[in-house]
């Protein structure tokens, strides 16, 4: 720790880090454009300018930029010396020079930083006094929208665009006082991670296209603390939501998970809540009945008996438990596609064994030699790609330590380091967007994937591929193998594993959805026993709780389920196979209409809670089973009415679930006897927005399951991490107050970080399988490799429009050389029994005897991949 | 009196090859540096010799190449960079060596690398210099051909490469580091400082970035030694200076004569003085971004620290004259458009103030000049101050712009007054 003098007084300082960060951790109030605690200092704004001071007897001082200056031992500075106040107002100026006058009718208003820091500065009055420069608009895809008259030429959209997230299409151009910041032509920008520029951009350059289309102020939403529901790495988001829909998705900070920043799907897939396939009316046998008398219903199927449960690893913990006690643990199925239930199993058994510790994606961040085994992680956990993009910075920025440049001085580094790139190996069937920060490209089948990692995990000869990757990883300082259910391998999971223990490396694996290793360690049987259950008789009743089964196995296999089975009933958001064939269709609220808990892939229970309260009769999946519990007769139901009581019930039933109430306050929790509100105070229209239905305001409804309360009143400070909606501090109305809500920049949120990781290593489920033979490739046949797309692949967002815009259609993925031997657009191949016609799309290097299709997308959603397709023309 | 510069400068205007060049002595010093003295006694020699870098900062040429971390386990490659974007308004001095005597450009490059123990020069060219372009190209082959270039140099056993790379056109690519930028392929933008080029420069390894003019001096140091380029100036600065003159002067053009020859000298001697019927107003005295001088300095030695007495620079050391019958607005304007143009748009200060002046001096120009006009165009004078941007190139440009503010008040606020410009267009 140095000591620095601020105006005279002294403070403790991290002489690692840069006045501004120091100055902003204090509490300061000083303004600043182009610095990003995740993106470093490049001194391009001008705007936290500071007087330094050589010692105490120095009365003149000169200007520094705190953000270029280090906070070393001595260090005196004065951020209230007018020179420096006037240079900073100035600075003001010159950005508002070309900057629309607009901000009432600018949808970043409200929560706009060049807003905030021109109200800091205290420029109020301009003397520029002629025209502004104007620029035109590019239609930058169904994201972003790009209003460029509003640019202030801060650098931070490239800085992030193209040195963090490795994009390519967007740029500066030109100069002066006309750099335009976008794309050589209009299009749809590239990367996944093109919405963090919405909330990289200070102003309102970049803003969120789909908030565009339902358009609402910051203040005038309802937010409450999410889980996003489209990847397992359970990234924190604050949705925001009014009029009882939701309006947008922005990051909700999590030192060790996203960060500050989400990818696309997460992001943008919201638009599903909204989606006119939403359920909201009660039907029994496709007519539409009240709610009580669904609950009646299903009260009355519950009594009867012989019923089984089938959960889903997209829905709640809490959801998975209500439908489990419902029906009876020995009743209960995952409703996981068998072999992916397997996976996961064994994947959370590694997990616990202690072979290899399992990162968070900050660690993944930091590590610095990397093997990625058979996982698009790219397409299958986008955010974890951003992570992994970073960590092939840090073999470069050690091996500059003699040049003494501080990691924050970004441009510095960058301009020292160039190109250079860390060690990160990538084995995969398919090209990956990761490729391009790849040292070295191993494309082959799933099996001969497999069997690399084991030849790596004994390999001892540097000359053979294997060889240099264990090598690479075994001389690192921080080692990581990711790997994953993507390619439905048990072999790769179990290699994967073997490589990550015999190299002392981090091992993280990605899980196919968002509670996949909750419901995994909730345990229930498999689909096909389900399957034999209803067949065999032994069940008459099959509830379906927020799943597609035709998402999770063969269309026959659940027709035959659904056949046979006397009562089907479905709990779910959106309409689709499972609830056209269900009796009985209960309208089941979404993450954002309810509160529960996800766990995510490494193994951490994480609380999101209730939105804003639906229209129509939707109410959340374990409300309605408790609800017919009761009705059944049921009297255990009665504890499991509120949120916490079925968490505790929950901890239990099942002890390795003991500590998921730690993840989040209970509704209980209050701050000076209040609850938090969901509203910010400037909240408008509340007196309004019922007055067509009733004159006198009505109370706002209550909130049993968590100590929010659905109001712009209550604790107007700062609620423990878990609990705040959004972020919001006086003089900082845009997303950068967060600032004000960590001790340190770019550390914990204050009152530590929530989640609770629930996996304690238990030494147990060492090595199972072996080394798998080969890929033999076959003559007419070939190997169909699940692909992933990030836009299409999960199944909730592809129907949130935007999504749904850039999700391909069916094709088959084939070698230039098969589609040579082919010589058509089109190909015909049988697989699972069916022919199917489908364009042909080539990707080159993927691995003689072996093809693609997209990855949940039809038709090829419910067949187990990987699997062999026969063409009817092809060598 | 000794002109080493331009002594081989053929009249014709076509350029000196390398058999005149070896005729008159050339590559003798490259031969010594690499076969007779060490790295170090290279960088004594030039730092005893009181050479300063003449791209216009003046910084000290010996000094700089000492600053290259040598010896093991300091990074390697090293590189040289030669600084031959002469893009600096009213400045052609470099043109002339480039143009008429390539080697000895080549030559100076080619001992700089020597003398930091580097691996090659990257001459960075202005893109403009269609001709230096040619003529530089085909010395360098002659000199690579002639073993003065390439692999075991005269036996020496060092590899010097040295590359020519044409500018695709920019003012900021004449900013050292922003030169830098240029030659990787990316946008001309400064690079942050420090790290200074000698620890990180070109693809992050220690780099020397020299001016041409700077360079052509190298060989003959090392020939004739530090006493004697000391001796050849009339200051504390060694060596001879390439002066010009610019504006209506009777003979526009450019000498080589002692470091610290008076303004005076330079142009009512060299230049033949004012046009018949004009009289001087005030002149810039190196270059677009030097402040103006008027004729009460003419006086002024003209050398890197004379000049500064009085509030301006000698920059580059060619003279833009102002005469008396041209709008100093005007003037102010064309040079301010110019910077303004020419602002990489990086700093706030630098992309808003410098097209904020430009636009008021455009309005005061065209007749829509306001009173408070000259207040504002102050204060941004002042708000682009050293250390307040990000590079030089604000500064530089506030200052033809402060010091025509102080020296013609009047010409602007007659602007505004009479809302014209009251000279004849």
Known sequence: MATIYIDNKPYDADPSRNLLDVCLSLGFRLPYFCWHPALGSVGACRQCAVKQFKDEQDTQGKLVMA????????????????????????????????????CPVCDEGGECHLQDMTVMTGHDYRRYRFDKRTFRNQYLGPFVNHEMNRCIQCYRCVRFYRDYAGGRDLDCFALRDIVYF???????????????????????????????????????????????????????????????????????YHSEINGYFLCDRGRYGYEFVNSPLRIRDVTWQGGVIDGAAGVERLSTLLAAGKVIGIGSPRASLEANFLLREAVGAANFFAGMA????????????????????????RDIELSDAVFVVGEDVSNTAPRMALSLRQSVRQQ????????????????????????????????????????????????????????????????????????????ALRNAQRPLVVSGTGLNNAAIVEAAARAAQALGAALSYVLPEVNSAGLAMMGGGTLAEAMEAVRGGAAETVIVLENDLYRRAPAEAVDALFRSARHVVALDHLTNGTTARADLVLPAATFAESAGTFVNNEGRAQRFFQVFIPHGEIQESRRWLRD????????????????????????????RFARVHEAAPPAAFRLVGKKVPREPHRYSGRTAMLANITVSEPKPPEDPDSALAFSMEGYSGQPPPPLIPFFWAPGWNSIQSLNRFQEEIAGPLRGGESGVRLLVPNGAGQQQAGVPPAFQPRNGERLLVPVYHVFGSEELSREAPAVASLAPGPYLALSPEDAKALGEDTAEVSIGGKTHRLPVLVISGLPEGVAGVPAGIPPFTGLSLPAWGKFSRMP | MEKPLTARIRPDGEAVDLKAYERAGGYQALRKALLEKSPKEL????????????????????????????????????????????????TFKDRLLLEGDPHSVIEGAAIAVRAIEGSAAYIFLRGEYVLAAQRLRRAIGEAYAAGYLGKNVLGSGCDIEVHLHISAGRYMCGEET???????????????????????????????????????????????????????????????????????????????????????????????????????????????STDFLTAEHLDVKMDFTEVQKFGSRMGTGTIIVLDDATCPVGMTLNLEHFFAQESCGWCTPCWSGLSWAERILQAIEDGRGEDRDLDDLEAITKFVAPGNTFCALAPGAAEPLQSALKYFRGDFERHIREKRCPWPS
């Not at chain 1, 997990?351 to 994606?361: E, I, T």
């Not at chain 2, 933008?189 to 003019?213: H, M, Q």
């Not at chain 2, 004697?228 to 002067?249: E, H, I, M, P």
Request: contains cysteine; proline residues 7%; hydrophobic residues 35%.
């Open chain 1, 67 to 102: 953000c270029m200056t280090p906070a070393a031992e001595g260090t005196r500075i004065s951020i209230d010396d007018p020179d420096a106040v006037e240079f900073r107002r100035n600075i003001i100026q010159g950005l508002m020079m070309n900057h629309p006058h607009d």
């Open chain 2, 43 to 90: 960088i004594e020699e030039v730092k005893d010799s009181n050479l300063r870098g003449r791209g216009g900062a003046g910084f000290p040429t010996g000094l700089k190449w000492s600053l290259v971390p040598t010896g093991d386990g300091t990074p390697q490659p090293r590189y040289v960079a030669v600084n031959a974007d002469e893009m600096e308004p009213g």
């Open chain 1, 628 to 655: 017919a519990m009761l009705a059944a007769g049921r009297i255990e139901a009665e504890a499991l009415d509120r949120l916490d009581g079925v968490i505790g019930a929950l901890g239990r039933a099942l002890p």
């Open chain 2, 178 to 288: 922003g030169l830098l930028n240029a030659l990787e392929g990316k946008r001309a933008n400064p690079r942050t400082k420090p790290p200074f080029p000698v620890a990180s420069g070109l693809w992050g390894k220690p780099t020397v970035i020299n001016n041409v003019e700077t360079l052509a001096n190298v060989p003959h140091i090392i020939n004739n030694g530090a006493e004697w380029f000391k001796s050849l100036s009339r200051s504390k600065d060694g060596g001879t200076k390439l002066y010009g003159a610019s504006g209506k002067v009777k003979r526009p053009g450019l000498w080589e004569l002692p470091m610290g020859t008076t303004a005076r000298e330079i142009l009512e001697e060299h230049a033949g003085g004012m046009r018949d019927g004009l009289k001087l107003r005030g002149f810039l005295p190196g270059g677009a």
């Open chain 1, 182 to 252: 976008g794309r050589r032509e209009d299009g749809v920008l590239e990367s996944e991670f093109s919405g963090n520029l919405v909330e990289v951009c200070p102003t309102g350059v970049f803003t969120d296209a789909t908030l565009k289309q339902h358009y609402t102020r910051k203040w005038d939403l309802e937010f409450a603390p999410s889980i996003c529901a489209h990847c397992s790495l359970g990234c924190n988001t604050s949705p925001g939501a009014r009029y009882g829909t939701l309006r947008r998705i922005v990051n909700r």
């Open chain 1, 396 to 471: 470069p920025i050690r091996s500059i330590e003699k040049l003494r440049i501080p990691v924050w001085n970004d441009n510095a580094v960058r301009d020292a380091v160039q190109s250079a790139k860390g060690p990160f190996y990538i084995a995969s069937p398919y090209p990956t967007r990761l490729d391009g920060i790849a040292t070295e490209v191993c494309r082959a089948a799933p099996d001969d994937i497999a069997r690399l990692a084991f030849e790596v995990a004994e390999a001892s000869d540097e000359n053979s591929p294997a060889g240099r990757i264990a090598a």
């Open chain 1, 338 to 361: 068998d072999d992916e239930l397997r996976l996961v199993r064994r994947i959370l058994e590694i997990m616990q064994s202690g072979m290899a510790s399992v990162p968070s994606l």
